[in-house]
């Protein structure tokens, strides 16, 4: 049998001074050489490092330490086997029950010399309202836990619980009819699971199991349609490993990920579309979702995106009325994409950069399209070069040049061609300026 260090790495942390005993002397002096550190404070940095940043060791034993000033969201279990009080003992709680990365959203405290009453008298200087859920026990776990499934099972209404991709659609169509719902619905799933996970052994588990293991296909489900991806498994699998093991294990939930590959958005997504998807309903749910998660969710990082949000956004209130018309929200989505492909083609053709393009279009959006306007906007980057050097939007005297520059090139190019107003400038100016500042900055 391997030692039990080799099972379960750990490092131990205790204060040391020159007058301590040759056994703890040796054991110091083993510790500085493992972690190459010159004196016993640099070998307690490091061992806090590791323990923050690295796999290993999964356990950190310490003695009197640690109870400020050390930040490790990523603690997931904290044994006490030594009696705290009062601000202390709330110092030692409050290590390991820091939420996590949207995944881990409490911690869990091990008690093995009766700190209960202890934790108790802590909390009476702070109001009813302040401590709400900061001690339970398995019976409101219990209750917590049906509660929640409850909640989750009244915003599906009344569709039945099965793991047709038919119903589960429904379902997805019914938790995007409104951002709010979609938002509730991710909520509930993430603190149903934490109390799952809570509940340990407890017989509830086995009584909801069924349903329970429903919730999580169409929690799968709205991941992979909606975002086209799965949720961050390592994190779930580092902090949920019941859930993983006995749901996200189960022959239905594996089939719903095998079947709902990730469609990637390239020259063959409409290919793969037709081939993949299982009816006119799931083709228009998923380019649908991917134009929102491309175009709404990341229209400042393309100036592409941001000219086709108006479209987007009216595709996803057809999606939200509630009798949908599925071929024509997928034709749209067609169309949409086709022209975003045609937009693509024309910022190579001119060897535009992020920044230039997005003038351009600011500037066709406002005049319509005219083939002297592209050497007009190489002509205004080229001025504007001189004054974008990196952290330029942090200089007062930066920003200045370049909104004199900008200015001047409005009223040069277009104040008589067009015959512009002040307001028109200004607003013209503000659309250019946004256009420097987010794709330039």
């Known amino acids: 049998r391997p030692p039990i260090s080799t099972l379960f790495p750990y490092t131990t942390l205790f204060r040391s001074n020159h007058h301590d005993s040759e056994p703890i002397n040796n054991y110091v002096n083993e510790a500085l050489a493992k972690y190459g550190a010159d004196d016993f404070k640099q070998y307690i940095k490091s061992a806090i490092e590791r323990f923050k940043d690295q796999e290993y ?3 950190l034993v310490v003695t009197d330490m640690l109870l400020t000033g050390f930040d490790a969201p990523n603690l997931q279990v904290m044994y006490l ?4 009080k009062e601000h202390r003992l709330l110092q030692a709680v409050a290590r390991t029950n820091r939420p996590y990365k949207d995944i881990k959203e409490a911690g869990l405290i091990i008690d093995y010399v009766g700190i209960l009453k202890e934790f108790k008298r802590a909390l009476e200087k702070y109001t009813k309202e302040d401590i709400t859920n900061s001690i339970l026990d398995y019976d409101s776990l219990k209750q917590e836990f049906t509660t929640l499934i409850d909640e989750i099972l009244q915003l599906f ?4 619980c099965d793991y047709s991709r038919q119903t589960l659609l429904k379902i997805i169509e019914l938790l995007t009819a409104s951002d709010q719902k979609e938002e509730e ?17 407890n017989e509830i588990k086995l009584e909801y199991f069924e349903i329970y293991k429903w919730i999580s296909a169409v929690y799968t489900y709205y991941m992979k349609m909606v975002f086209q991806r799965p949720e961050d498994y390592a994190f779930v699998q580092k902090f949920y490993d019941k859930t993983v093991k006995f749901i996200h294990k189960t022959t239905e939930i594996e089939k ?8 990637s958005f390239d020259n063959n997504y409409l290919i793969n579309l037709k081939d993949q998807a299982a009816s006119k309903e799931e083709k228009a749910a998923n380019i649908l979702f991917t134009l929102h998660r491309m175009v709404l969710v990341e229209k400042h990082q393309n100036p592409i995106y941001e000219s086709l949000v108006d479209r987007v956004d009216k595709l996803m209130q057809l999606w939200r009325q509630k009798t949908k018309d599925y071929e024509r929200i997928y034709t749209e989505g067609v169309s949409i994409l086709d022209n975003f492909n045609k937009l693509q083609e024309r910022q190579k053709s001119y060897n535009f950069t992020n920044l230039q393009y997005s003038l351009l279009l600011k500037i066709e959006e406002k005049f319509g399209q005219r083939n002297d306007f592209t050497d007009e906007i190489r002509e205004l980057t080229k001025l504007l070069d001189i004054h974008l050097y990196p952290g330029w939007h942090l200089q007062i005297t930066a920003r ?7 200015r001047r090139f409005i009223i040069k190019s277009y104040k008589i061609k067009y015959k512009l107003s002040l307001k028109d400038i200004d607003i013209l100016y503000k659309n250019l300026y946004d256009c420097i500042n987010n794709y330039a900055a």
């Open 81 to 84: 086997d030594k009696l705290l």
């Open 256 to 263: 719903i990920e095998k079947n709902l590959p990730t469609i």
């Open 57 to 59: 060791p999964k356990i």
């Open 400 to 406: 200045k040049d370049i909104e004199r520059e900008l």
């Open 157 to 160: 209404g009344p569709l039945k």
């Open 185 to 201: 619905f991710v909520r509930l799933y993430r603190e149903l699971r934490k109390t799952f996970e809570l509940l340990g052994p």
